[in-house]
T-cell receptor, first 108, second 114 residues
Framework: RKEVEQDPGPFNVPEGATVAFNCTYS??????FFWYRQDCRKEPKLLMS???SGNEDGRFTAQLNRASQYISLLIRDSKLSDSATYLC?????????FGPGTSLSVIP | DVKVTQSSRYLVKRTGEKVFLECVQD?????MFWYRQDPGLGLRLIYF???????EKGDIPEGYSVSREKKERFSLILESASTNQTSMYLC?????????????FGPGTRLTVL
């Protein structure tokens, strides 16, 4: 089993739609969780950290379920500019593990 | 504005050549990383360094070496390039480990080995 798994997609959604991505991790000792965004032919950039209580940043909501070992990212009111690959990132002690990413295309 | 730069955006080399990929950051970060990114596999850590002259193997160090002579510069070396090293190479840097561990990435070098 891979350490961090994501549905690769692609997710093709119309503008204004709500879309959710899930990510599962295998190590129950994982400590910190993040979502990064990578635009086409660009480098990954931090989108948001994921806190145990869940957190929201504008149209983006991240949630963590430690019991089931998964993380989710919800995007409301999708914009064309949200089209990108979303990488789930898990930190175990001093090791940072990137998931393979989920591709999102928002269609006019 | 924080910045991580890489010496080349695109590079084409021949099998057996020695290849140097350079990375420079201007944020005074202690930690620096080299990843390769391949479709369906995500980012895989090759080597990382948490201080000058220090280096640690990542998940896929075979066929690579690194050098960190100055804090701001981290070099990846392919001693004898092979076709299976064709990939996108990404350098990143960060402050020392903490709960908040944002990594800042360079723009990447797309290496093709013929």
């Amino acid at each position: 089993r891979k350490e961090v798994e994501q549905d690769p997609g692609p997710f093709n959604v119309p503008e204004g739609a709500t879309v959710a991505f899930n990510c599962t991790y295998s190590n129950s000792a994982s400590q910190s969780f993040f979502w990064y965004r990578q635009d086409c032919r660009k480098e990954p950039k931090l989108l948001m950290s994921v806190y145990s209580s869940g957190n929201e940043d504008g149209r983006f909501t991240a949630q963590l379920n430690r019991a089931s070992q998964y993380i989710s990212l919800l995007i409301r009111d999708s914009k064309l500019s949200d089209s990108a690959t979303y990488l789930c990132v898990v930190k175990e002690y001093d090791k940072v593990i990137f998931g393979p990413g989920t591709s999102l295309s928002v269609i006019p | 504005d924080v910045k991580v730069t890489q010496s080349s955006r695109y590079l084409v080399k021949r099998t057996g050549e020695k290849v140097f990929l350079e990375c420079v950051q201007d944020m005074d970060h202690e930690n620096m990383f080299w990843y390769r990114q391949d479709p369906g596999l995500g980012l895989r850590l090759i080597y990382f360094s948490y201080d000058v002259k220090m280096k640690e193997k990542g998940d896929i160090p075979e066929g690579y070496s690194v050098s960190r002579e100055k804090k701001e510069r981290f070099s990846l070396i392919l001693e004898s390039a092979s076709t299976n090293q064709t990939s996108m190479y990404l350098c990143a840097s960060s402050f020392p480990d903490s709960d908040y561990n944002e990594q800042f990435f360079g723009p990447g070098t797309r290496l093709t080995v013929l």
